[in-house]
């Protein structure tokens, strides 16, 4: 069974289902069902056509459920529309979908929950990690949402602001975490970028192409992660740097600074060194403050404290870390590594114990793990 097919499938089956009339909660129950149905029926019996039999599928499915609850006359209706046997059409739909998720019925957090969930694929602990709340309170948030749409007629598309946000967090998904949809949030700002003249969606692509250049330099032949300063930098894809740094730059000239151009030209900076300890320090604070100032979000005060120790020294880094809540995630991380800049090898090893515990995935369990390790071999010499 092809999970990538039938994830790279989903969007545009479910666009079709809502283009022809059926609400957005019901039209994601039939798509479920039906690939419960693919999963069931394709190993032994391949279609031919995968989206059409998808979407055939689906849309039996919400006929289905619809004729349990309908009068009959909008149930003949709803027949009339079934599609007509053959191949779908190849249309993406997707980045349209996004829109269309993003409704204004719903709170920005609430559309972006629902369309992680139901066109991004993550699962909802995912999306909770993303949000850094419980898992149970996104699942009562993206019930909400689905409640919340469930009947209404998706003509009035979201702002692009919740799109943005969603694609983000997709491709921070895609980048460090279980399902690789990296690649996707990244086609899908193309496809934005060259649809709307927008200076915050020049620079969330700009952003993307400036991390995703670095990929293939954040794992060992282990898999085991590599820390920024470690990285050997003759594997970042150069090309997509230019690139990336010639949006940030047109973005940035428009003077309509947003929070998507603030953290690409922090990347920039990382891109632009040589080596690591040429990073211009002093400047990426400077843009933290002006992030930190157009969101108040506490973990770019957290990403800040750790540039404030590089560039004046990592007791200032820790007074500035000191002001923060210590239950904000990779919290403990970030001390263990400014006490052991700091020469507090002892305190440093208990923190990178203590940050292993809390990690939120294996990767960086085991890369915490080593650290704490590390220094407690150095210690015992």
């Known amino acids: 069974m ?37 999963v069931r029926v394709w190993p032994a019996d391949p279609p031919r056509d995968a989206k059409g039999w998808l979407v055939t599928v689906a849309w039996r499915k919400f006929l289905d459920a619809t004729r349990a609850e309908a009068a009959r006359r909008r149930r003949e209706d709803l027949v009339d529309e079934e599609p007509a ?4 059409p190849t249309v993406d739909d997707t980045l349209q979908l ?32 993303a949000y850094l709340v419980p898992e149970a309170t996104m699942a009562q948030r993206i019930s909400r949402a689905k409640h919340t749409v469930s009947g209404v007629r998706f003509d009035q598309p979201g702002d692009v602001a919740t799109v943005l946000r969603v694609l983000y967090l997709v491709f921070n998904e895609g980048y460090s975490g279980d399902v690789d949809l990296a690649a996707e949030a990244i086609r899908l700002t193309r496809q934005l970028a060259a649809a ?12 993307m192409l400036l991390h995703h250049a670095r990929r293939a330099a954040r794992t060992a032949p282990d898999g085991s992660l590599v820390p920024l300063a470690e990285q050997d930098r003759g594997r970042w894809d150069t090309k997509s740097i230019a690139e990336g740094v010639e949006i940030l730059q047109a973005a940035l000239a428009r003077d309509r600074l947003g ?34 100032r157009l969101t108040d979000n506490p973990v770019v005060r957290l990403n800040r404290a750790v540039a404030v120790g590089e560039a004046d020294g990592p007791r200032a880094g820790l007074a500035a870390l000191a002001a923060l809540d210590d239950s904000l995630p990779r919290h403990t991380a970030v001390a263990a590594y400014l006490h052991e800049r700091d020469g507090d090898l002892t305190t440093a090893a208990r923190l990178y114990s203590e940050a292993a515990h809390k990690a939120p995935n294996l990767a960086e369990r085991a890369h915490l793990t080593r650290q704490a390790a590390r220094l407690n071999a150095r210690r015992s010499r």
Request: aromatic share 6%.
């Open 85 to 88: 046997p053959g191949p779908a």
């Open 2 to 38: 092809n999970e990538v097919l039938l994830r790279s499938l989903t969007p545009s089956v479910l666009a079709i289902l809502v283009r022809r009339g059926a609400d957005f909660a019901a039209a994601e129950d039939a798509v479920q069902d039906a690939l419960i149905e693919a």
């Open 259 to 292: 929070e998507f151009q603030a953290q690409a030209a922090i990347a920039a900076l990382h891109a632009d060194a040589p080596a690591a300890e040429e990073t211009d320090w002093v400047q990426i604070v400077e843009w933290y403050d002006e992030l930190a």
């Open 196 to 207: 709307i003249d927008h200076p915050e969606v020049a620079g969330l692509l700009a952003l």
């Open 98 to 129: 996004y829109f269309l998720c993003a409704h204004p019925s719903l709170t920005p957090s609430s559309a972006v929950a629902l369309t992680l969930r139901a066109v991004g694929g993550l699962t909802t602990r995912q999306i909770a990690q």
